[in-house]
């Protein structure tokens, strides 16, 4: 048998796009939540050549792909460029965001708006979990920087990685 009638159900599919440069427990507990959601999860990192990052693109997708691992349904990769393209490419329909506060609102409303008149793809927002309401990848960096303990901020693995890397740039210095 062939056709539409062979296929199967189409799988319900979403994308979890940002740079993750780390991957906090905030990051985390959207991809969490989207995965319980969605057949397949996509987690597109951002390739920003403009942007020096603390871990390489690559370093960042192995991070990902060993923090999600448990999930099950979660795929990841980089991209560059729109991310409608991303998304037009791999049949994607849906964006998932983490909203932490009013004002990520206003900005993300705005590319949601641009997103879904560019390809029809449409935008799911999820209040991020209260414990993280403050989190971001730059206040993780910086605060470990500085000597602070992030460990209850990322996942084990983000963390040894952090307190390596940072180390090393010390020692660069």
Same mark, same amino acid.
């Given at each position: 048998?062939?056709?539409?009638?062979?296929? *199967?159900?189409?799988?319900?599919?979403?994308?979890?796009?940002?740079?993750?440069d780390p991957i906090t427990?905030?990051?985390?507990?959207?991809?969490?939540?989207?995965?319980?959601?969605?057949?397949?999860v996509h987690v597109a990192?951002?390739?920003?050549?403009?942007?020096?990052?603390?871990?390489?693109?690559?370093?960042?997708?192995?991070?990902?792909?060993?923090?999600?691992?448990?999930? *099950?349904?979660?795929?990841?990769?980089?991209?560059?460029?729109?991310?409608?393209?991303?998304?037009?490419?791999?049949?994607?329909?849906?964006?998932?965001?983490?909203?932490?506060?009013?004002s990520d609102f206003d900005?993300?409303?705005?590319?949601?708006?641009?997103?879904? *008149?560019?390809?029809?793809?449409?935008?799911?927002?999820?209040?991020?979990?209260?414990?993280?309401?403050?989190?971001?990848?730059?206040?993780?960096?910086?605060?470990?920087?500085?000597?602070?303990?992030?460990?209850?901020?990322?996942?084990?693995?983000?963390?040894?990685?952090?307190?390596?890397?940072?180390?090393?740039?010390?020692?660069?210095?």
């Amino acid at each position: 048998m062939t056709g539409p009638e062979s296929e *199967g159900p189409k799988l319900r599919r979403a994308v979890c796009p940002g740079s993750f440069d780390p991957i906090t427990n905030g990051h985390l507990d959207i991809i969490a939540r989207a995965s319980k959601l969605y057949d397949v999860v996509h987690v597109a990192v951002m390739i920003n050549q403009s942007k020096q990052g603390l871990f390489t693109v690559d370093e960042r997708i192995e991070l990902i792909r060993e923090v999600t691992a448990d999930f *099950g349904n979660v795929e990841v990769e980089s991209f560059h460029g729109l991310l409608v393209d991303f998304c037009k490419q791999r049949d994607i329909p849906a964006i998932v965001k983490g909203l932490r506060a009013v004002s990520d609102f206003d900005y993300e409303l705005q590319m949601a708006q641009m997103n879904n *008149g560019l390809s029809g793809v449409e935008t799911l927002f999820v209040p991020t979990n209260p414990t993280y309401s403050f989190l971001s990848s730059s206040l993780v960096k910086e605060v470990a920087a500085w000597g602070g303990d992030v460990s209850h901020l990322v996942p084990p693995a983000v963390l040894g990685r952090l307190t390596e890397r940072l180390a090393e740039r010390r020692t660069q210095q």
